[in-house]
């Protein structure tokens, strides 16, 4: 509506890219996806609007969103149907070991079946055994299943002395067979099960209901998780855990509200990018620059909340552009396509998009440059661009997105707290390659272990150069400091005493139980994926309890190597609980 009015184009440019910064505070997914709406904003051409073409575009771009969603509903990826069987599986088996438990006979050694549980996780986790950053909602699709078959082996040696405990167990196993389906009846089927659970525990006596109370819990998180609704009878605990869509987009709102300040760095973000796409679109409109739309869209493409990330990575994600563009010119140059035909490269190039994100955002960037060159010839009646003009618009977009960072940098705390967090995120996955390495086979392992160290040697780098730049003014300040870089080179220490006690066949020394309870610690350790807004956090109470699983893993096993992996891990653990509970740098701005 307002690309034909210069002024008031500017201004919604630059009111839209500012909200479209703020779900940065969401995570980076949700920051991006939002910030691509922008895209179809700063290319639209300068003509007087109609309400055809308004209310048509509009309608198109809400039916491209719709038809993903149908495709992906109708024709779901392989990967998930195998999950789902898995899920199925699992949940099957758990109920079948809960009702064997409730007959009171002698529980069976092991009390759980842990066949399905394992295969269960070898469908959501990689076959190559990297650790990597999943979302907690994620992982709880099979590490529920595995707390579940971890109570039921708690209770396993309860089974049978009282009724009610029997009862307890059945009405589990019921509901753990209800999640196990997914026809529509498996709701009514959870909700009744779990009513009887919930009558069961009630006459439970004060010794039981402990271990009980949490099958329970585990029990309303499952039909919750799994059949995507909540039964009437959910705790409070699991609705607020798991919000629905109203109370999720509320939160939302307050988080991203919570961020308009002027030391936070999403709310910096987002100025910046508001700022620089304005003046992109002014070059654009009042100096008449050829494709000057590329302009705004490589500040796009280029600028990112952290710094570091724009710095470092602005030179690599301007050259994927321009070997993108150069790509995509010379196909418009030679094939002089039409509409159809510049609908059908795009097209291939947008699967070619998906293949090239396994080489890194390098090859990303030239893939999607290039499909979009296409996508934008698709409605263009002029000469396609020159490879000329598209590269003077996209250094100019890439100089403009450093320049926003150098005019407008985050404050020295906020800096420090940044370089901090990615500090930590590179040295646990340092941590986390050293144990996938003592435990797991995996392709070159000594390039692994070295790509991980120089990562976070340049992280320890770029670290302390911000902490010199910092002003220390408080005592408590000082002590942060202090006590994190004392945490972290303990944690340095006992990956390099783990790299020099790695098994010579680490796949023939382990068992699968013991290799598992070490993965559940890598999960632990790795955490939730960081946001700019909280860019380092640990859980420690989740790291606890997977390095005490681990102990009891390995408590009957008295081999050299599994003693000294426990002692290290309970070092990194400990060292890493004093960062989670230390206040930050900008604790006592």
């Given at each position: 509506?307002?690309?034909?009015?210069?002024?008031?184009?500017?201004?919604?440019?630059?009111?839209?890219?500012?909200?479209?910064?703020?779900?940065?505070?969401?995570?980076?997914?949700?920051?991006?996806?939002?910030?691509?709406?922008?895209?179809?904003?700063?290319?639209?051409?300068?003509?007087?609007?109609?309400?055809?073409?308004?209310?048509?575009?509009?309608?198109?771009?809400?039916?491209?969103?719709?038809?993903?969603?149908?495709?992906?509903?109708?024709?779901?990826?392989?990967?998930?149907?195998?999950?789902?069987?898995?899920?199925?599986?699992?949940?099957?088996?758990?109920?079948?070991?809960?009702?064997?438990?409730?007959?009171?006979?002698?529980?069976?050694?092991?009390?759980?079946?842990?066949?399905?549980?394992?295969?269960?996780?070898?469908?959501?986790?990689?076959?190559?055994?990297?650790?990597?950053?999943?979302?907690?909602?994620?992982?709880?699709?099979?590490?529920?299943?595995?707390?579940?078959?971890?109570?039921?082996?708690?209770?396993?040696?309860?089974?049978?002395?009282?009724?009610?405990?029997?009862?307890?167990?059945?009405?589990?196993?019921?509901?753990?067979?209800?999640?196990?389906?997914?026809?529509?009846?498996?709701?009514?089927?959870?909700?009744?099960?779990?009513?009887?659970?919930?009558?069961?525990?009630?006459?439970?006596?004060?010794?039981?209901?402990?271990?009980?109370?949490?099958?329970?819990?585990?029990?309303?998180?499952?039909?919750?998780?799994?059949?995507?609704?909540?039964?009437?009878?959910?705790?409070?605990?699991?609705?607020?855990?798991?919000?629905?869509?109203?109370?999720?987009?509320?939160?939302?709102?307050?988080?991203?509200?919570?961020?308009?300040?002027?030391?936070?760095?999403?709310?910096?973000?987002?100025?910046?990018?508001s700022v620089a796409m304005a003046a992109g679109c002014?070059?654009?409109?009042?100096?008449?620059?050829?494709?000057?739309?590329?302009?705004?869209?490589?500040?796009?493409?280029?600028?990112?909340?952290?710094?570091?990330?724009?710095?470092?990575?602005?030179?690599?994600?301007?050259?994927?552009?321009?070997?993108?563009?150069?790509?995509?010119?010379?196909?418009?140059?030679?094939?002089?396509p039409g509409a159809v035909a510049s609908v059908v490269?795009?097209?291939?190039?947008?699967?070619?998009?998906?293949?090239?994100?396994?080489?890194?955002?390098?090859?990303?960037?030239?893939?999607?440059?290039?499909?979009?060159?296409?996508?934008?010839?698709?409605?263009?009646?002029?000469?396609?661009?020159?490879?000329?003009?598209?590269?003077?618009?996209?250094?100019?977009?890439?100089?403009?997105?450093?320049?926003?960072?150098?005019?407008?940098?985050?404050?020295?705390?906020?800096?420090?707290?940044?370089?901090?967090?990615?500090?930590?995120?590179?040295?646990?996955?340092?941590?986390?390659?050293?144990?996938?390495?003592?435990?797991?086979?995996?392709?070159?392992?000594?390039?692994?272990?070295?790509?991980?160290?120089?990562?976070?040697?340049?992280?320890?780098?770029?670290?302390?150069?911000?902490?010199?730049?910092?002003?220390?003014?408080?005592?408590?300040?000082?002590?942060?400091?202090?006590?994190?870089?004392?945490?972290?080179?303990?944690?340095?220490?006992?990956?390099?005493?783990?790299?020099?006690?790695?098994?010579?066949?680490?796949?023939?020394?382990?068992?699968?139980?013991?290799?598992?309870?070490?993965?559940?610690?890598?999960?632990?350790?790795?955490?939730?994926?960081?946001?700019?807004?909280?860019?380092?956090?640990?859980?420690?109470?989740?790291?606890?309890?997977?390095?005490?699983?681990?102990?009891?893993?390995?408590?009957?096993?008295?081999?050299?190597?599994?003693?000294?992996?426990?002692?290290?891990?309970?070092?990194?653990?400990?060292?890493?609980?004093?960062?989670?509970?230390?206040?930050?740098?900008?604790?006592?701005?």
């Amino acid at each position: 509506m307002t690309s034909a009015y210069s002024a008031v184009f500017l201004a919604a440019v630059a009111v839209w890219c500012f909200c479209a910064a703020m779900p940065w505070a969401l995570g980076a997914r949700a920051g991006m996806i939002a910030g691509a709406s922008a895209a179809l904003l700063v290319i639209a051409p300068p003509v007087a609007p109609t309400l055809a073409s308004t209310l048509g575009t509009s309608a198109l771009v809400v039916a491209g969103g719709v038809v993903q969603a149908a495709l992906i509903a109708v024709w779901p990826q392989r990967r998930r149907r195998v999950q789902r069987d898995a899920l199925t599986a699992a949940y099957r088996s758990l109920a079948a070991d809960a009702r064997k438990l409730a007959g009171g006979a002698a529980p069976p050694d092991p009390a759980v079946d842990t066949e399905p549980l394992i295969a269960l996780r070898a469908a959501f986790t990689p076959a190559d055994g990297r650790a990597g950053r999943r979302a907690a909602q994620f992982r709880d699709w099979y590490g529920l299943p595995e707390r579940i078959a971890t109570t039921l082996t708690g209770l396993a040696g309860r089974a049978g002395r009282t009724k009610a405990l029997s009862d307890v167990l059945l009405a589990g196993a019921d509901t753990l067979a209800a999640v196990a389906e997914t026809r529509r009846s498996a709701h009514d089927d959870a909700d009744a099960a779990i009513r009887r659970l919930d009558s069961a525990i009630a006459e439970l006596t004060s010794a039981e209901s402990a271990v009980v109370q949490r099958f329970s819990m585990q029990l309303h998180e499952s039909v919750a998780l799994r059949l995507g609704d909540f039964v009437p009878s959910a705790p409070d605990a699991i609705r607020l855990r798991r919000p629905e869509l109203r109370t999720s987009v509320r939160s939302a709102v307050d988080l991203m509200r919570s961020h308009l300040d002027r030391h936070s760095p999403v709310f910096r973000h987002a100025v910046r990018l508001s700022v620089a796409m304005a003046a992109g679109c002014a070059v654009a409109r009042f100096a008449d620059a050829a494709q000057g739309y590329w302009i705004p869209l490589t500040v796009l493409l280029v600028l990112r909340p952290e710094t570091a990330h724009t710095y470092t990575r602005c030179v690599g994600r301007v050259a994927g552009n321009t070997w993108g563009m150069v790509a995509s010119s010379a196909l418009l140059l030679l094939l002089h396509p039409g509409a159809v035909a510049s609908v059908v490269l795009a097209t291939v190039l947008v699967g070619v998009c998906y293949a090239a994100a396994e080489f890194g955002y390098l090859a990303l960037a030239a893939a999607s440059t290039a499909a979009l060159v296409l996508l934008i010839n698709i409605d263009r009646s002029a000469e396609p661009a020159t490879v000329g003009q598209l590269l003077f618009a996209t250094l100019v977009g890439g100089v403009m997105a450093v320049l926003a960072h150098v005019l407008l940098p985050d404050d020295g705390l906020t800096r420090l707290r940044q370089r901090a967090g990615e500090l930590l995120k590179t040295e646990i996955d340092y941590a986390a390659t050293v144990i996938k390495t003592y435990v797991h086979e995996l392709d070159n392992p000594a390039d692994a272990l070295a790509a991980a160290w120089q990562r976070a040697f340049r992280a320890r780098a770029a670290f302390e150069a911000a902490a010199g730049a910092t002003r220390m003014e408080s005592r408590e300040r000082r002590h942060w400091l202090r006590s994190y870089r004392t945490a972290l080179n303990a944690v340095t220490t006992a990956c390099t005493t783990l790299e020099a006690n790695v098994p010579a066949n680490p796949s023939a020394v382990w068992s699968r139980e013991f290799a598992l309870a070490v993965d559940e610690y890598v999960e632990s350790l790795c955490g939730d994926p960081p946001t700019p807004a909280s860019p380092w956090t640990v859980d420690s109470a989740a790291l606890a309890a997977a390095d005490q699983r681990l102990r009891d893993a390995v408590s009957e096993r008295e081999d050299g190597p599994a003693r000294v992996l426990v002692a290290e891990l309970a070092t990194i653990t400990r060292h890493l609980s004093v960062i989670a509970v230390s206040p930050g740098p900008t604790a006592a701005r």
